[in-house]
């Protein structure tokens, strides 16, 4: 079992970056120290210099531990990189991403590197998948730590992974075009950092569900204009909210009200107009109901908040506060659709949703295809929010798959007409899901067995 200390040592070796705009990053090896949260872990800091780094940049780098649920011990080679990325007003920040590497791959081969955004869905910084992923974490109700179960299957691919801080270093959950910074600055630090083995040529995918297809969207829309270097062939965008404004005001009262009073919570730290609002009309148990989103997990917001109506914490009516232009200003800037996605993408959507309106991805799906983006909508009949990620997974990486091979989109894009759950090969891929993930639970070593070759 972890222990109690600390590792608080990385400043003894911290280097600030050359006129040269070069960086020596520091490496530290694995230790049995219980992970800092990274509000206390001086691993998450900036370095002075930033702004003269180029994006992709590896800060520092540290071997780590993962533990399925922060307990179960896995035997996974993973090195967390700290490196330059880009705000979502075009300015340095540094961000973290956790790259696990497969183990079934002959030196020298070039192989797959997926980025996967988990659904942090929160502030606290319990939800960063670097640290909710990590052996001795404390995260409960973190929802990384449920998805590192998809992420076994990437790896039993034997494809590498990059698992992105997407939320940068506040955890600013909505945020435009950060998100899609963060991912593809952490593939270019995964291909920057040479004991990785990543090949500059290597085929790159994109995947996440929900938040974490918010972010995979926004990469999408933004790799063209800011990585173009980077070899992206797939995108898959699992309920990729499409319209953060519409969402919330559908959500706000319901079972799920947290998730969009996460979402205020974490927009006010970066719209000033926004703060204004909530200072000026927020009641006062408001405002320390907001404060308390902060801390939060995902799932603690969600059943703390269940069936809360934000009009309960304002002194006006809330349709009164949603009309004010300067909401709907931040409303409108934070939605997707601005850009085309350059590589094809498979949109991932139930209709039965009761999270995301199927509409609003109808709607997304639209704009990209008018767009001239090559779009596979898997518009499921059947499945609902929460059930269609892990019985999709099987498609989804058939399709990343094809892509990675270089195969016509058109080639098999009639089996993502079928509803998941009338699909024999969806039951398939499941059992090996099954089998990868009693791997995971039982802290054995993943070997590769893949799931994509039961989607045929």
Known sequence: MATEEYDISIHDEERSVPATGSFDAPHHDLTGRRPLLPRDDPFYETVDGLADLAPGTVLRSRDVGLAFLGVIPQRIAAVQLSYRTTDMNGDPMAAVTTVLSPSSRPPGEVYPIVSYQCAIDAIAGRCFPSYALRRGSKALGALPQLEFLLIAALLAEGWAVSIPDHEGPRGLWGLPREPGYCVLDGIRAAI????LNVAGSAPVGLWGYSGGGLASAWAAEMYAEYAPELDVVGAVLGSPVGDLGKTYERLNGSFFSGLPALVVGALTHVYPELQRVIETHATPAGKKSLARLQKMTTVEAVVRFMF???????DRPLEEILALPEVREVFDSIR?????????VLIVQAVN????????IDEL????????ASVTYHRDRFSEHMLLHPMSA???????QDRFDGRPVRENRLRTTWPTLLNPATYQGMARLVAISAKVV???AIARAPLSVFDR
């Open 192 to 195: 920057n950092h040479a004991p």
């Open 308 to 314: 809360t109506d934000m009009a309960s914490m304002l």
């Open 336 to 344: 997707l659709g601005r850009s085309t996605p350059a590589m094809p």
């Open 353 to 360: 949703d009761r999270i995301m309106s199927v509409d609003d």
């Open 365 to 372: 799906a639209r704009l990209y295809s008018e767009g001239g």
């Open 394 to 400: 099987p498609m989804a990486l058939r399709w990343l």
């Open 442 to 444: 039982g802290g054995r």
